[in-house]
């Protein structure tokens, strides 16, 4: 179930990039509080603790498998070494699309951010929120 839901972040990260492009292209006529980068930020966070969830999930299974076969003096199965590294393949595939959205989110901190028609105190509210988005990618190991 955890594979499934690594494949799944994955096509929902990539529409998640495609919408962060359409915002980005009209940032300064869009209230960034109702359709903008706050609802944005806040399904991005979420599919991060999804994410974060199965990969545990994953690391978990495998150790409990491993832990199994050592006190059962058996080799693991094949079909089960080959699924752990296919997960971890598709969770290093999602981390690197993470840190390059991530390195976007950066940018446009850095270089959009005064062009943003909005009160200060929703731009730090903003800002925190994305800062606190890419520091949530900090807490997935980038390989298994």
């Known amino acids: 179930m955890a594979n499934k839901i690594i494949i799944d972040a994955n096509v929902t990260i990539g529409k998640l990039s495609e919408r962060l492009g359409r ?3 009209k940032h300064g006529k869009i209230d960034h509080m109702k359709t903008g ?8 966070t979420d599919i991060k603790d999804i994410i974060i969830g199965a990969y545990n999930e994953i690391v978990s299974a495998h150790k409990n498998t491993i832990d199994f076969c050592s006190s059962k003096s058996i080799y693991p199965s094949q079909v089960i070494v080959t699924d ?3 997960s971890i393949a598709e969770f290093s595939k999602l ?4 840190n390059v959205l991530d390195d ?5 901190l850095e270089d ?3 062009d943003v028609q909005s009160e200060d105190v929703q ?3 903003l800002e925190k929120a994305m800062r606190d988005n890419i520091e949530k990618t900090k807490e997935l190991p980038m390989y298994g």
């Open 95 to 98: 981390k690197i699309r993470l």
């Open 112 to 114: 959009l951010w005064d």
């Open 23 to 25: 915002i980005m292209i």
């Open 37 to 44: 980068l706050f609802p944005w930020a806040s399904e991005y």
């Open 84 to 86: 752990f590294a296919n």
């Open 104 to 108: 976007v989110l950066k940018g446009l």
């Open 123 to 125: 731009k730090g509210r």
